[in-house]
């Protein structure tokens, strides 16, 4: 049985640059074995945690953003903000972290299933919903219409953009931005906007966001009146 205390010794397996800041890592254990599954199945419930730590910096709290059924390695995507982050930054494929996890409870995939669902992100917020979005994309029949309302800044804060041709196979994707650039075909404003062009129906719609508090609390403010749990 998988002992979540104990960091397990992983190696980076490939480093994606998003930009200056921002960075996804590929882990895989250093063993060369498969991650551990849990009773359903999954590495990790999408929305989980885990803790990536680098020996002498620490341990930081991370959204795997890889698919949960992906037992070979996990993805986690790091914004350079402080002491461990700048660290991780420093590193190069081949490079050893740890790993020990995954906490919490994860998004409550199961209430989710045979309803719509709505995503709502913001910038770094990504990487769980994108695991969710890879677990509703495995098992899409047993839900319902998905939107992803996904929100940056300018268009190259938006992360993952390599995936979204995937996701738009099977799910609607609409991306914003607060700052447009010329070349930039997307919505302009908040995902408080474009969720207001949506067709939803509420009685069979549920909503799972990651992101800032203010992004957060503007969603709520306009879902929970008309009776849709976040
Ligand atoms: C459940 C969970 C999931 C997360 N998932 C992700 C994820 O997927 N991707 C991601 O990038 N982040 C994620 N985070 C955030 C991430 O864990 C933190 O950004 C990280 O732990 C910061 O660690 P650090 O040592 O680099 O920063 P720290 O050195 O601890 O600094 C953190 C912040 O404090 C500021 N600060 C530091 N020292 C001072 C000081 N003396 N005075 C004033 N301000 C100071 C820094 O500028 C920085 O903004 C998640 C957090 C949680 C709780």
Partial sequence: MQNIYEPIPVKIQKIQEYSESVKLFRLAKLDGSAFPLNEKGLVFMPGQFILAGMWGYGESPFGPASHPNDSSCIEIIVRKV???????????EGDELTLRGPYGNGYPVDFFSGKDVILVTGGCGIPPIASLIEHIISNRNDFGEVHLLYGATTPDDLLMKDRMNEWRKKINVVLTVDKPACNWDGNTGFVTDCLEHLKINPANTVAAMCGPGPMISAIENLLNPIGIPD
Avoid: D
Wanted: aromatic share 10%; glycine share 10%.
């Fill in 82 to 92: 402080g002491q461990v982050t700048s660290a991780f930054h420093s590193l190069k």
